[in-house]
Protein backbone atom coordinates (compact mmCIF):
# COMPACT_ATOMS: atom_id res chain seq x y z
CA UNK A 1 0.00 0.00 0.00
CA UNK A 2 2.74 2.50 0.93
CA UNK A 3 4.43 1.53 -2.36
CA UNK A 4 1.29 2.26 -4.41
CA UNK A 5 1.25 5.75 -2.61
CA UNK A 6 4.75 6.18 -3.76
CA UNK A 7 3.64 5.68 -7.54
CA UNK A 8 0.46 7.97 -6.76
CA UNK A 9 3.05 10.51 -5.71
CA UNK A 10 5.32 10.37 -8.13
CA UNK A 11 7.96 9.26 -5.78
CA UNK A 12 10.35 6.47 -6.18
CA UNK A 13 10.35 5.93 -2.40
CA UNK A 14 8.39 6.43 0.79
CA UNK A 15 9.63 6.33 4.59
CA UNK A 16 7.48 4.31 6.48
CA UNK A 17 6.99 4.98 9.97
CA UNK A 18 5.54 2.23 12.41
CA UNK A 19 2.70 2.49 15.38
CA UNK A 20 4.44 5.07 17.70
CA UNK A 21 5.13 7.46 14.85
CA UNK A 22 9.09 6.94 14.10
CA UNK A 23 10.88 5.63 11.28
CA UNK A 24 10.98 2.02 10.81
CA UNK A 25 12.30 1.80 7.00
CA UNK A 26 11.58 2.32 3.19
CA UNK A 27 8.91 0.23 1.15
CA UNK A 28 11.60 -1.95 -0.29
CA UNK A 29 15.11 -0.54 1.28
CA UNK A 30 16.50 -0.09 4.60
CA UNK A 31 17.13 3.97 5.67
CA UNK A 32 20.55 5.19 7.13
CA UNK A 33 20.85 8.77 8.04
CA UNK A 34 24.50 9.87 9.04
CA UNK A 35 24.56 12.70 11.87
CA UNK A 36 28.19 14.12 13.19
CA UNK A 37 30.37 11.27 11.25
CA UNK A 38 27.58 8.79 12.94
CA UNK A 39 25.84 6.62 10.70
CA UNK A 40 22.60 5.84 12.27
CA UNK A 41 19.56 3.12 11.23
CA UNK A 42 16.23 2.15 12.98
CA UNK A 43 16.19 -0.44 15.42
CA UNK A 44 14.71 -3.96 14.14
CA UNK A 45 12.07 -3.49 17.34
CA UNK A 46 10.88 -0.09 15.77
CA UNK A 47 10.16 -2.10 12.66
CA UNK A 48 13.26 -2.32 10.50
CA UNK A 49 13.83 -5.48 8.20
CA UNK A 50 16.82 -7.25 9.46
CA UNK A 51 18.17 -7.08 5.18
CA UNK A 52 21.04 -8.74 4.06
CA UNK A 53 22.37 -5.40 2.62
CA UNK A 54 22.00 -3.47 6.53
CA UNK A 55 23.99 -6.22 7.79
CA UNK A 56 26.98 -5.86 5.24
CA UNK A 57 26.49 -2.16 5.78
CA UNK A 58 27.31 -2.79 9.36
CA UNK A 59 30.06 -5.26 8.74
CA UNK A 60 31.68 -2.28 5.99
CA UNK A 61 31.70 0.41 8.42
CA UNK A 62 33.14 -1.90 11.14
CA UNK A 63 35.92 -2.04 9.26
CA UNK A 64 36.18 1.32 7.69
CA UNK A 65 36.27 2.69 11.27
CA UNK A 66 33.18 4.55 10.48
CA UNK A 67 30.95 4.84 13.85
CA UNK A 68 27.41 2.95 13.17
CA UNK A 69 24.56 2.50 15.83
CA UNK A 70 21.08 1.43 15.85
CA UNK A 71 18.57 4.00 17.09
CA UNK A 72 14.83 5.14 17.03
CA UNK A 73 14.64 7.75 14.16
CA UNK A 74 12.16 10.42 14.03
CA UNK A 75 11.51 12.34 10.82
CA UNK A 76 13.19 15.33 11.74
CA UNK A 77 15.89 13.46 12.37
CA UNK A 78 16.09 12.35 8.69
CA UNK A 79 15.07 15.76 7.64
CA UNK A 80 17.79 17.57 9.74
CA UNK A 81 20.22 14.06 9.16
CA UNK A 82 23.92 15.38 7.21
CA UNK A 83 23.41 12.35 4.79
CA UNK A 84 20.43 10.11 4.08
CA UNK A 85 20.88 6.50 1.99
CA UNK A 86 19.14 3.58 1.45
CA UNK A 87 20.25 0.26 0.70
CA UNK A 88 18.54 -3.30 -0.40
CA UNK A 89 19.66 -6.00 -2.85
CA UNK A 90 17.61 -4.57 -5.59
CA UNK A 91 18.55 -0.90 -5.00
CA UNK A 92 22.65 -1.23 -3.37
CA UNK A 93 23.61 1.57 -1.92
CA UNK A 94 21.36 4.62 -2.98
CA UNK A 95 21.74 8.47 -2.01
CA UNK A 96 18.34 10.35 -0.86
CA UNK A 97 18.83 14.03 -1.45
CA UNK A 98 14.87 15.44 -0.93
CA UNK A 99 12.36 13.88 1.05
CA UNK A 100 8.79 15.30 1.45
CA UNK A 101 10.20 18.79 -0.30
CA UNK A 102 13.03 19.20 2.18
CA UNK A 103 16.37 18.80 0.65
CA UNK A 104 18.85 16.78 2.96
CA UNK A 105 21.62 18.92 4.08
CA UNK A 106 23.38 20.24 0.23
CA UNK A 107 21.29 18.08 -1.42
CA UNK A 108 24.34 16.21 -3.11
CA UNK A 109 25.22 12.64 -2.07
CA UNK A 110 27.47 12.71 0.91
CA UNK A 111 31.11 11.87 2.01
CA UNK A 112 30.08 9.12 4.20
CA UNK A 113 27.38 7.83 1.66
CA UNK A 114 30.51 8.18 -1.33
CA UNK A 115 33.10 6.18 0.98
CA UNK A 116 30.50 2.91 1.86
CA UNK A 117 29.87 2.76 -1.90
CA UNK A 118 32.75 2.25 -2.60
CA UNK A 119 33.11 -0.35 -0.07
CA UNK A 120 29.93 -2.27 -0.86
CA UNK A 121 31.28 -1.95 -4.61
CA UNK A 122 35.09 -3.72 -3.76
CA UNK A 123 32.85 -5.93 -1.72
CA UNK A 124 30.76 -7.03 -4.46
CA UNK A 125 33.52 -7.60 -6.51
CA UNK A 126 35.60 -10.03 -4.10
CA UNK A 127 32.51 -11.97 -3.74
CA UNK A 128 32.09 -12.37 -7.29
CA UNK A 129 28.32 -10.71 -7.33
CA UNK A 130 28.24 -8.14 -10.90
CA UNK A 131 27.30 -4.57 -10.37
C1 LIG B 1 10.50 -3.65 3.25
C2 LIG B 1 11.93 -3.89 2.95
N1 LIG B 1 12.87 -3.37 3.77
C3 LIG B 1 14.20 -3.55 3.52
C4 LIG B 1 14.62 -4.31 2.44
C5 LIG B 1 16.09 -4.50 2.22
O1 LIG B 1 16.49 -5.79 2.60
P1 LIG B 1 17.72 -6.54 1.91
O2 LIG B 1 18.93 -5.73 2.17
O3 LIG B 1 17.74 -7.89 2.59
O4 LIG B 1 17.40 -6.63 0.44
C6 LIG B 1 13.68 -4.88 1.59
C7 LIG B 1 14.12 -5.67 0.43
O5 LIG B 1 13.33 -6.28 -0.27
C8 LIG B 1 12.31 -4.68 1.85
O6 LIG B 1 11.36 -5.19 1.05
Redesign the pocket.
Known sequence: MAKVECIKAGVMEGLMLNDEGTVA??????VFIVKNGVVITPKISDGA?D????AVIFDLCERMNIDIIEDTITRYDVYTADEVFL????AEVIPVVNIDDREIADAVPGPVYKQLLEGFREEAQNTGIAI
Open positions: ECTGDTLGITRTGTA
